[in-house]
């Protein structure tokens, strides 16, 4: 299984709600990654999981929070979020061993009203 | 900071013609990969190059590293319709515990029948 999955595929959501995002791959990789992506522009990165542990945090708001319950899953809880939050919300995850070569799901796409 | 500076931003052309793409960095990286994304799904590996002055052929795709391995370039021949797509250059390198790929700004291709 060289798939990582997303769910899900679309949401609309107001800026007092609660939603969560959620990621997941078989494929055994330590490395999983959440990233933001506006219409023409590249990925940016906001947070990376090594190990099931937090490792980097791109200074995102405290608006979005990651979660990795395990080493297959990953999270990202949203909250009071704003419409310039709207974007394609790739996860992505690699074996971080020797090229960080990184599968990417098909991702969410996410608007906020 | 580590920047990539991807050139053109933007290449529309006829089916048949050929093409090259930039990625350009003051910094060397331990591999630099491209992906492909197309509209409404995550990017796709196509190639890593890791050796300066390493060349990699993918069908009508030819990927080089340079010499110092900061810079790399990709040509198309005979481009097709399916080549239109997002085209991102990304470079590899260790930041605090994590490895972090660093994307350029990406080139979008729009190749016409």
């Known amino acids: 299984d060289t798939e990582v999955t997303q769910t899900p595929k679309h949401l609309v959501m107001g800026m007092t709600n609660k939603k969560s995002l959620k990621c997941e791959q078989h494929?055994?990789?330590?490395?999983m990654y959440w990233y933001k992506q506006k219409a023409k522009k590249p990925p940016e990165l906001m947070f990376v999981?090594?190990?099931?542990?937090?490792?980097i945090n791109e200074s995102v708001p405290s608006r979005f929070s990651p979660e990795c319950p395990n080493s297959s899953l990953l999270n990202l809880h949203l909250h009071a979020l704003q419409p310039e939050d709207s974007a394609l919300y790739l996860c992505?995850?690699?074996?971080?061993?020797?090229?960080?070569?990184?599968?990417f799901g098909p991702g969410t796409r996410l608007t906020v009203l | 900071t580590q920047l990539l500076e991807q050139s053109p931003q933007f290449l529309s052309i006829q089916e048949g013609e050929n093409l090259t793409v930039y990625c350009n960095s003051s910094?060397?990286?331990?591999?630099l990969q491209w992906y492909r994304q197309e509209p409404g799904e995550g990017p796709v590996l196509l190639v890593t190059?890791?050796?300066?002055?390493e060349v990699k052929k993918l069908k009508r795709l030819t990927f080089q590293f340079g010499d110092a391995r900061k810079d790399s370039s990709l040509h198309i021949t005979a481009a097709q319709p399916g080549d239109t797509g997002l085209y991102l250059c990304?470079?590899?390198?260790?930041?605090?515990?994590?490895?972090?790929?660093?994307f350029g700004s990406g080139t979008q291709l729009t190749v016409l029948p």
């Open positions: 992505a995850s690699s074996q971080e061993r020797v090229f960080n070569e990184q599968f």
């Open positions: 494929m055994g990789h330590r490395a």
């Open positions: 999981y090594s190990y099931e542990k937090l490792s």
């Open positions: 910094s060397v990286f331990s591999s």
């Open positions: 190059v890791v050796t300066g002055g």
């Open positions: 990304a470079g590899d390198a260790l930041v605090g515990s994590a490895r972090q790929l660093t």
